[in-house]
């Protein structure tokens, strides 16, 4: 079992920038992927980004690329995404997840993850 807690949501101006940080207690957290998804009112769970085990290996989906950074410190068990040059359209729960398959374009898709947390409210005002 592995319990992940998001947290650094919050409210920004277009422009700004945030870290989120993920903790995760349990099993061995360098045995995962991690994946960032996020969700806004009204549509589907959406893929942000993602990280190897090791950190070595990053996607991102294309909205994002260039200003959010997915990173990890497995000694401290916690992944982060740091958000730059947000856009009101970055608003949306971000959740991040746990993937124990191999490192790959699959860590894409939802499906992939077996631990997802709770959520964290990213809102960027125009």
């Known amino acids: 079992q592995v319990q992940l807690v998001e947290s650094g949501g919050g409210l920004v101006q277009a422009g700004g920038s945030l870290t989120l940080s993920c903790a995760a207690s349990g099993r061995t957290f360098s045995s995962y992927g991690m994946g960032w998804f996020r969700q806004a009112v009204g549509k589907e769970r959406e893929f942000v980004a993602a990280?190897?085990?090791?950190?070595?290996?990053?996607y991102y989906t294309d909205s994002v690329k260039g200003r959010f950074t997915a990173s990890r410190d497995n000694a401290k068990s916690t992944v982060y995404l740091q958000m730059n040059s947000l856009k009101p359209e970055d608003t949306a729960v971000y959740y991040c997840a746990a993937y124990p398959g191999i490192t790959g374009r699959g860590m894409q898709s939802p499906q992939g993850y077996n631990y997802w947390g709770q959520g964290t409210q990213v809102t960027v005002s125009s």
């Open positions: 990280i190897s085990r090791g950190g070595s290996t990053t």
